[in-house]
C-alpha cells in the first residue's frame, strides 16, 4: 500500500484524489489518509503530490512509520474524498513545516 505522511497535515492539497483508479483516499479536517485495503500500489499518486507527502509503505522515512498505521486507523474512521477540491488556505504556509502530528485533527 502507499502512505500519506506528515507533509500533508494542515495542506490538503488534494492534487493526489484525482489521479487515483480506486478513489482509496480518505478525508480528514487537516489530513487526507489511503485506504490499505483498497490501494492497488498503482504508484500514480505520489508525482501528484506538491509537498512529496505519499510513499510506498516500505519507503517511509524512519520518522514517520507511525502513519501506517495512522492511515489504517484514520480510514476506517473518514469517509472518500473522490475529487479534488480547493488546500487548506494557509497550506503554503504550512507546506514545509515539520513535526506538525500534533496539529492533526481527527
Ligand atoms: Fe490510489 Fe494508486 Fe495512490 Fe494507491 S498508489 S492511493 S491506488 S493513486
Ligand atoms: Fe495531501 Fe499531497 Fe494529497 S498534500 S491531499 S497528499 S496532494
Request: include cysteine; aromatic fraction near 8%; charge should be negative.
Amino acid at each position: 500500500t502507499y502512505v500519506v505522511t506528515e507533509s500533508c497535515i494542515r495542506c490538503k492539497y488534494t492534487d493526489c484524489v484525482d489521479v487515483c483508479p480506486v478513489d482509496c483516499f480518505r478525508e480528514g479536517p487537516n489530513f487526507l489518509v489511503i485506504d490499505p485495503e483498497e490501494c492497488i500500489d498503482c504508484t500514480l499518486c505520489v508525482a501528484e503530490c506538491p509537498v512529496e507527502a505519499i510513499y510506498a509503505e516500505d519507503d517511509v522515512p524512519d520518522d514517520q512509520r507511525d502513519f501506517i498505521a495512522l492511515n489504517a486507523e484514520l480510514s476506517r474512521q473518514w469517509g472518500p474524498i473522490v475529487e479534488r477540491k480547493d488546500a487548506l488556505p494557509d497550506a503554503d504556509d504550512w507546506a514545509q513545516r515539520k513535526d506538525k502530528l500534533s496539529e492533526l485533527k481527527r
